[in-house]
């Protein structure tokens, strides 16, 4: 382990209990309830440190901070931290004093929820190892790595729908089809800025005013020519009889009543 590593801090849980435990008998695993769990041997503060690959379960006096036993993890799960066979909130930890001498010991924590913490602390640390050497694998041996291989292979095609490509370039490049006149004369509007000019029909042609045929009169002068056009004659108007009953009115000057009836003959 470098000098030059920093130690970070992975998890922190105010309150913890540390129990003695029996001899393990058999290799059916560490059970709980044999332990005085209702008489610990210590109460304190867990602290979980990581210092390069290495993870520290300290514990660690609750108000001064002083250093009661210190359990380093290499490995999890491991021989250094395992989990009881009837709870989840007991665990057994194996502690070093820095001079070779080895114990283990039980903690347990009250809530279920700073169990959970432990354990998850811990996973995180060393899936965070794991891949660190895969990582430091790749850099060492960069050929033995998989290989992504995107040329094609022998005989291998490839089909490309450019239909809806084809659709859009033809809309694109074909002119818009200019709507056909109605009559025989198409008109087509002043440019912008400019003075409207008389219509003055060919020699010969009329124009249609009001359903009619119309020649329009033409006087020449020195100014150009002009057109004169005939005015609509005004629509005759339909008047109320004063019985209820409507007139009909053609413009005759004779009408006739038909008797019994209301109405106005014309």
């Known amino acids: 382990m470098d000098e030059g590593e920093y130690e970070s801090v992975l998890c922190v849980k105010p309150e913890v209990h540390v129990y003695r435990i029996p001899p393990r008998a058999t290799n059916r695993g560490y059970r709980a309830a044999e332990w005085q769990l209702d008489q610990p ?22 108000t001064s901070g002083e250093l009661f036993a210190q359990a380093p993890v290499d490995q999890f799960p491991g021989t250094a931290v395992e989990s009881v066979t009837d709870s989840s909130r007991y665990f057994v930890i194996r502690i070093e004093d820095g001079t070779g001498r080895r114990a283990f010991i039980g903690i347990g924590f009250g809530d279920r929820g700073d169990a959970f913490d432990f354990n998850v602390a811990l996973q995180d640390h060393f899936k965070w190892v794991k891949q660190q050497c895969e990582f430091a694998k790749q850099a060492q041996n960069p050929d033995q790595g998989p290989k992504l291989d995107l040329g094609f292979k022998e005989g291998q095609t490839i089909k490309l729908n450019i239909a809806n490509m084809k659709k859009k370039e033809g809309a694109a490049g074909t002119p ?91």
């Open 41 to 62: 041997s210590w109460s304190g503060r867990l602290r979980i440190t990581a210092k390069g690959q290495v993870a520290y379960i300290k514990l660690e006096d609750r």
């Open 176 to 266: 818009r089809a200019r709507p056909a006149s109605t009559g025989g004369l198409s008109l087509l509007p002043p440019p912008p800025g400019g003075k409207t000019s008389t219509l003055i029909p060919p020699p010969g042609e009329q124009f249609s005013v009001g359903g009619s045929l119309v020649q329009p009169a033409v006087a020449s002068s020195s100014g150009g020519a002009t057109v004169s056009w005939p005015q609509p004659k005004p629509a005759t108007t339909a008047t109320t009889d004063i019985w209820g009953d409507f007139t009909k009115s053609t413009g005759s000057t004779s009408s006739q009543t038909q008797p019994g009836t209301g109405w106005v003959q014309f």
